[in-house]
């Protein structure tokens, strides 16, 4: 089978990809790279088609039985993350299974969706905000005395702050609204063991989990956190279990901390780096999400 790895051409040698890469190898399948901004959709005469690339001699249509969504690439303004997302679904509606499923793979990237998406389905999530008028997040600066603000897309802890001031806040929020930013609060936790869980769900079974110290509040590796293989029990792989079918999503990364009132999941990360998890855990998520992959176009 021809199993696609979508990516932008900007993030194309992303982490991962050369493990899934040999993982489709090894399962003798062929790993074909799809480039989100170079390929194009037809539609008309009641078919749609898509093709990877249109060159001088025509276009060439993609034909894949599977693909893997790895990343859309920064994407600058509205239009272009239509134009990005609805290419994706294209190959869904072309008869391709993309993993994670293209809306769920959206919904999980913003932090935002995620939140309200688990708390429908009764998983704890931190007190947060979400809006763009400033006294909303004000208001909410106020009542939970520290606080983190957040841009609804991030990765790698970038962007992500405390303020404990909200006055502070209020000034940052006045800013955010001039450039049309919405504004995202949430109450500061206190972690146990000052760091966090990062639990790796595929299909319906937890494949390992590791805790992430960080040096500061913070604890992406990206940021300095040091990872270690952990031991999690029944009710945080029930939680990462159900967060995972609540969103969606075929695999994913939970981002989980633990207080002295409970869990609380902060993201459920649908792309899923791996490296420090793969090191710490000797796990290796791409076989086991190629695996299920190949399960799914089996089935
Ligand atoms: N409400 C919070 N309270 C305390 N720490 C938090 C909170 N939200 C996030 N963090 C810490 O900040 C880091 C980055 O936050 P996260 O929401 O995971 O964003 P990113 O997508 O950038 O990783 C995480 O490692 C987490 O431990
Ligand atoms: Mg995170």
């Not at 429908?120 to 007190?127: K, Q, S, T």
């Not at 972690?191 to 079974?205: E, F, P």
Request: charged letters at 25%; one cysteine or more; aromatic letters at 8%.
């Amino acid at each position: 089978m021809r199993i696609g790895l979508i990516a932008a051409s900007e993030e194309r040698a992303m982490t991962g990809m050369s493990d899934l890469r040999s993982a489709i190898k090894r399962h003798g399948h062929v790993p074909c790279e799809f480039l989100v901004d170079r390929a194009g959709v037809r539609m008309g005469n009641g078919k749609v088609s898509v093709f990877a690339s249109a060159d001088m001699h025509g276009i060439t249509e993609e034909k894949l039985d599977g693909a893997l969504l790895r990343n859309i690439g920064i994407v600058k303004d509205y239009e272009q993350l239509g134009q990005r997302i609805w290419t994706l679904r294209s190959l869904e509606i072309c008869g391709t299974y993309v993993m994670n499923n293209v809306m769920p793979w959206l919904s999980a990237s913003d932090k935002f969706s995620t939140l309200v998406t688990l708390s429908e389905a009764g998983l704890p999530v931190p007190d947060t905000v979400s809006s763009e008028d400033f006294f909303a997040g004000y208001r909410a600066t106020r009542e939970f005395k520290s606080s983190v603000i957040k841009p609804l897309r991030s990765g790698l802890g970038l962007g992500v702050f405390k303020v404990d001031d909200p006055d502070v806040a209020m000034h940052i929020f006045s800013y955010f609204v001039n450039v049309n930013k919405p504004i995202y609060v949430q109450r500061f936790l206190e972690k146990k063991g000052g760091g966090d869980y990062r639990i790796i769900v595929v299909g319906d079974k937890v494949i390992g989990a590791e805790f992430r110290k960080g040096k500061t509040w913070k604890s992406n590796i990206s940021q300095g956190g040091v990872p270690r293989k952990a031991k999690i029990n029944g009710e945080m792989s029930e939680l990462a279990i159900k967060a995972t079918k609540a969103m969606g999503l075929d695999f994913a990364g939970i981002d989980m901390v633990e207080t002295k009132d409970g869990y609380y999941i902060l993201e459920t990360n649908p792309t899923v780096g791996w490296s420090g998890f793969k090191s710490v855990t000797g796990v290796d998520p791409a076989e086991h999400i190629v695996s299920h992959l190949i399960s799914k176009l089996k089935a």
